[in-house]
Nanobody, 124 residues
Framework: VQLQASGGGLVQAGDSLRLSCAAS????????MGWFRQAPGKEREFVAA????????WYADSVKGRFTISRDNAKNTVYLQMNSLKPEDTAVYYC??????????????????WGQGTQVTVSS
């Protein structure tokens, strides 16, 4: 599967953004999906994950209550709605896919496919 992330940009603290990740292929509904981010000088970190059906989600503590992951399997797309953005949310955001039907996937090394990343910059 090929993944194309979009929707990043430059916003002010407190603003919102919605990232999208469009997937190619006909089996999108069999993939667990996740969002990760990498800030300058830091390692890539987990942000949010959603199961193949969309019935289960999981969030990093740093974004819980502010970010929402969702998916539309008919459109082969996963979303990350980001509200109340903070300067520390500044990073390149990556979407990822794992051929796993039984829940969410948290570990970065479990994911098989990665998108190219989209830059999110939050100014104070």
């Amino acid at each position: 599967v090929q993944l194309q992330a979009s929707g990043g940009g430059l916003v002010q603290a407190g603003d919102s953004l919605r990232l999208s990740c469009a997937a190619s292929g006909r089996t999108f509904s069999s993939y667990a999906m996740g969002w990760f981010r990498q800030a300058p000088g830091k390692e890539r970190e987990f942000v949010a994950a959603i199961s193949s059906s969309g019935g289960s989600t999981w969030y990093a503590d740093s974004v819980k209550g502010r970010f929402t992951i969702s998916r539309d399997n008919a459109k082969n797309t996963v979303y990350l709605q980001m509200n109340s953005l903070k300067p520390e949310d500044t990073a390149v955001y990556y979407c990822a896919a794992d051929d796993f039907l039984w829940g969410v996937v948290i570990q970065e090394n479990e994911y098989d496919y990665w998108g190219q990343g989209t830059q999110v910059t939050v100014s104070s």
